[in-house]
């Protein structure tokens, strides 16, 4: 039955030594003066337990002056916020990796964000130097930027070597609880390098430095129980890239992805179990005379399409009649790309922080989208590269992985075989 109506009174903020009592605050679904339930003790704890800042949080309340009015206290215990990593491992993409960053997630106790990070492997080297403000102007808005360099030698599997330096500027907000958008503005220099004397002329094309000027915007829907793990809930992202604001490249992509995740307790009588659907889709089209480079293209494979080669999905340039036997990954206009998969405790290896999966990945790219064809051998002469690849119909693939929560980060590990070539 209905109680009577409480209204909160004072709103006390305990035990942060470091972090401004606001930062807690605007965490809060409440404030002082507005109707208090129950209920509100779950978000509340929910907002703050997110910033990451403190090692505990209990919220409490306590009767008020009068009869209808409450005090909340939000107790928090602090813990560091600071991080020095030094660290290596090895991946598919790139090879051996070291990395080292210097990181501040709660900046002199306002809540900001901020980070230097350094990666160099065989096949990348890596900078970038980020801040992030999340309650820009003490309002609801997100404001970051980030200043990096990156290079990629893709000698592992495409025939030459892209690199990048440039400047993002960020900001978002939310409307609610669950609905959020952000936006971007990017302003990168590129350039594509280290071609080989096999490759096509789809790539060789590509050998000179391009200015991409592209802003951006995403939409979120999130009901999802935790955003790292989910357990249980379902998201749906919309999202649009629009470059031609300056510089050389002028194209509009847009892309929508989403994920519905299935709890199995009922079934299983275990929170360890979950089944979830994922999928996405894409498409860009060109306006203007801009260069076409496919390093904006759409690609598939890899952590996108298990099982296959990175970017092997999609239009490829296949060997010409004068000897270039080597085949270059082009990219695509559309892109679609499905995954269902089914996450399990594994029998006595749960208390390691190991769990295992089992999934099928589909997908495809289409749509050649390259600055010149080369298709037609009596007009193309010997720069004549046929394409293969470019069909919808979608490659599928299944398998299994693990993940562990190591000490030293997470370790993912997944064999995928190619079932729909």
Avoid: C
């Avoid at 501040?104 to 230097?116: C, F, K, P, S, Y």
């Avoid at 929508?256 to 199995?264: A, D, E, Q």
């Avoid at 952590?303 to 004068?322: A, C, I, K, M």
């Amino acid at each position: 039955s209905e109680g009577p109506r409480r209204y909160i009174e004072r709103i006390d903020i305990n035990g942060n030594t470091i972090t401004e009592d606001k930062v807690v605050r605007r965490q809060l679904p409440f404030a002082e003066g507005d109707p208090y339930t129950p209920s509100y003790k779950k978000y509340a704890k929910e907002g703050v337990n997110d910033l990451g800042f403190f090692k505990s949080v209990d919220i409490t309340d306590s009767p008020g002056s009068a009869p209808d009015r409450t005090n909340v206290a939000v107790n928090v215990v602090e813990k560091p916020t600071g991080e020095f990593s030094l660290g290596g491992g090895y991946s598919t993409d790139v090879g051996v990796i070291g990395n080292v960053g210097l990181k501040q997630h709660n900046l002199l106790g306002t809540g900001v964000d901020a980070g230097i990070s350094g990666t160099l492997s065989l096949w990348q080297q890596q900078a970038d130097i980020s801040i992030t403000n999340p309650s820009f102007m003490d309002r609801n808005m997100v404001a970051g930027a980030d200043i990096f360099f990156v290079e990629n030698n893709y000698q592992t599997y495409q025939n030459y070597s892209e690199g990048r330096y440039g400047i993002t500027l960020r900001m978002g907000y939310s409307y609610n609880r669950y609905l959020s958008q952000s936006w971007n503005y990017s302003l990168i220099r590129r350039w594509l390098s280290n071609t080989w004397s096999e490759s096509s002329w789809y790539i060789l094309d590509q050998q000179s430095k391009s200015l991409l000027s592209q802003i951006s915007t995403t939409m979120m829907y999130d009901r999802r129980d935790n955003r790292s793990a989910p357990h249980s809930g379902y998201y749906v992202s919309v999202g649009g890239d629009v470059a031609g604001l300056g510089g050389d490249e002028k194209y509009v992509r847009g892309k929508i992805s989403g994920g519905y995740y299935v709890p199995l307790d009922d079934l299983t009588n275990s929170h360890d179990w979950t089944l979830s659907f994922r999928g996405g889709m894409g498409y860009m089209a060109d306006w203007g005379n801009g260069r076409r480079d496919i390093i904006d293209n759409f690609y598939l494979g890899g952590n996108n399409l298990r099982g296959f080669l990175d970017g092997g999905v999609g239009p490829r340039s296949v060997g010409s009649p004068l000897g270039k036997a080597s085949e270059d990954l082009l990219g695509g206009r559309f892109m679609y790309n499905a995954s269902i998969q089914l996450n399990f405790p594994l029998p006595f290896l749960a208390d390691m922080g190991i769990a295992g999966r089992a999934f099928v990945d589909a997908g495809s790219v289409a749509g050649v989208r390259v600055k010149t064809l080369y298709t037609n051998p009596a007009t193309a002469g010997d720069r004549y590269a046929a394409i293969s690849g470019d069909r919808v119909e979608p490659r599928v693939s299944a398998g299994l992985g693990v993940s562990w929560k190591s000490p030293f980060g997470l370790v993912n590990i997944d064999l995928g075989v190619p079932i729909m070539r």
